[in-house]
């Protein structure tokens, strides 16, 4: 038996728990998300208010089966149809026009609506046991990193949450890849779990990269600092890591090292740790949080990651660690400023 199997009577709570307007968070094959009735405006403002987020910051509609999508969606494109055909379930987001029974809350008022069938046996039996669509952000407090497990969910939001299923690690654990339609072609606004290239061959055509700024559309993920863990985070090649991460030892600081190359050059220094990451990009996703989650916990000063591939696999992690170490980059100059002197 999976050890991560959840009573169908938990499921049927948590289901009647949407019902009732309440949260529910729930594991999907990308992160967990933070669940409510998408039909129900005063459910969905609990989400904003438990995550911290901006309330014009749309959120994703998870729904059972593509043939759910009319019910949210309208003016589907054939080339949504298709990807809707070949991806889902699974980590792949479509922004359509919405429909209008798509509450103003859902959408951050916008006329689009994100939409996705998650590949969770628990997900999926949730939603069968609910009927509707549940609107669900990742699970974690604005800005911060997403949880891949029930555990996280539960440190950072804990008891303002109806209930939270537990489905152990998520298969991905990088968010889903957001492909828009809304304004015809096919445009990527979010690498994720699921590759462009695989969107492509589908397609048979390439798609299209937003341009920040260039589209009408808010999109939190988009925001300059986002998935953004609580110790500051710098990049590096991996020549320049070690060198890096024993100046900031010099200097007092504790640092935390994301080291993919097996190269390890913490021995002798009691500041610095070196975290192993997986050498594949698919382990690598899925471990990424959760080692986020874990380096957050033990209050290191500094992170540094060595620079993954800049390769097509890499493309959603590349995406996630940069936009975790924008922050830094201004406190980063003091401290170079410091170093040097
Ligand atoms: O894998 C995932 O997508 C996870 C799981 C729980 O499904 N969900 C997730 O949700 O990452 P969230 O809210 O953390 O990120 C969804 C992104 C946000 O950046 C949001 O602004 C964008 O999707 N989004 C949602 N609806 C949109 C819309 N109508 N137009 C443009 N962007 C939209
Ligand atoms: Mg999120």
Redesign the pocket.
């Known amino acids: 038996m999976n050890l991560y199997t959840i009573p169908d009577n938990k499921i049927q709570a948590a289901a009647a728990l949407l019902r009732a307007g309440e949260t529910v968070a729930?594991p999907?094959?990308?992160?967990?998300?933070?669940?409510a009735d998408a039909s129900n405006p005063l459910a969905v403002r609990k989400i904003f208010q438990i995550k911290g987020?901006p309330n014009y910051?749309?959120?994703?509609?998870?729904i059972a089966a593509a043939s759910q999508l009319p019910a949210w969606a309208q003016h589907i494109p054939d080339a949504a149809w298709q990807l809707a055909a070949a991806f889902w379930p699974g980590?792949l987001?479509l922004?359509?026009q919405?429909s209008n029974q798509v509450p103003n809350e859902?959408?951050?008022g916008?006329d689009?609506?994100?939409l996705?069938v998650?590949d969770h046996p628990i997900?999926t039996t949730l939603l069968h046991a609910f009927g509707g669509g549940i609107a669900?952000?990742?699970?974690?407090l604005f800005g911060q990193v997403?949880p891949t497990t029930a555990q996280h969910v539960h440190d950072k939001l804990g008891s303002r949450v109806g209930t939270i299923l537990d489905g152990g690690p998520c298969r991905?654990g990088?968010?889903?890849?957001?492909i828009?339609f809304?304004h015809g072609e096919a445009v990527l606004?979010?690498p994720?779990?699921l590759s462009v290239e695989a969107i492509e061959d589908t397609l048979n055509k390439k798609i299209l990269l937003a341009q920040p700024n260039s589209?009408k559309?808010?999109?939190?993920?988009?925001?300059d600092s986002?998935y953004a863990p609580a110790t500051p985070i710098e990049i590096h090649p991996a020549d320049e890591l070690w060198l890096r991460a024993h100046r900031l030892a010099n200097l007092g600081y504790k640092v935390a090292v994301l080291n993919l190359s097996d190269y390890n050059e913490c021995v002798g220094s009691a500041e610095i740790t070196s975290f192993q990451m997986p050498l594949l990009a698919d382990e690598y996703g899925r471990e990424l949080y959760a080692t986020l989650h874990r380096i957050d916990n033990a209050s290191f000063d500094r992170l540094l990651a060595e620079a993954p591939p800049v390769t097509q696999e890499w493309v959603a992690i590349n995406d996630r660690i940069r936009r975790a170490a924008q922050g830094t980059a201004n406190e980063t100059e003091i401290l170079v400023r410091e170093d040097s002197r």
């Open positions: 729930f999907t094959e990308t992160v967990y998300g933070l669940g987020r910051h749309p959120l994703i509609v998870h980590p987001t922004i359509l919405r859902v959408t951050g916008q689009t609506v994100g996705r998650p997900a669900a952000p990742s699970a974690n997403s991905i990088v968010e889903s890849t957001i828009s809304v606004l979010r994720g779990g589209f559309v808010r999109a939190s993920g988009t925001l986002h």
